[in-house]
Nanobody, 128 residues
Framework: QVQLVESGGGLVQPGGSLRLSCAAS????????IGWFRQAPGKEREGVSC????????YYLDSVKGRFTATRDNAKNTVYLQLNSLKPEDTAVYYC?????????????????????WGQGTQVTVSS
């Protein structure tokens, strides 16, 4: 059974950094796309970073461009999201996920795919 487990969240001051990890099991990560989403209190879940099927590059939400970086280590079956220069508005539960179908619009989409296999999430709180 596929499992995704996020870790690395916590409380951080504005301007600080965190590195989130997503450890995968039940799959060989090299063969799967992994995207990052977040859900802030009272808001819809939004794609933060994912593979962009339109151009084959890594997509980043406009509000995090230049601050967040997604990487992967296939040998460890783990993907990462480096969060730098954190702002209070980055406060959210962060999820990693695997897509299941092509979809350009609608819920839980990012980079031309709909994501439907999720980790449990890890809380990131940015506050002074």
């Amino acid at each position: 059974q596929v499992q995704l487990v996020e870790s690395g969240g916590g409380l951080v001051q504005p301007g600080g950094s965190l590195r989130l990890s997503c450890a995968a099991s039940g799959i060989t990560l090299d063969y799967y796309q992994i995207g990052w989403f977040r859900q802030a209190p009272g808001k819809e879940r939004e794609g933060v970073s994912c593979f962009n099927s339109n151009d084959g590059t890594t997509y980043y939400l406009d509000s995090v461009k230049g601050r967040f970086t997604a990487t992967r280590d296939n040998a460890k079956n783990t993907v990462y999201l480096q969060l730098n220069s954190l702002k209070p508005e980055d406060t959210a539960v962060y999820y990693c996920a695997i897509p299941s179908e092509v979809a350009t619009t609608g819920w839980d989409t990012c980079g031309g795919f709909r994501y439907d296999t999720w980790g449990q999430g890890t809380q990131v709180t940015v506050s002074s």
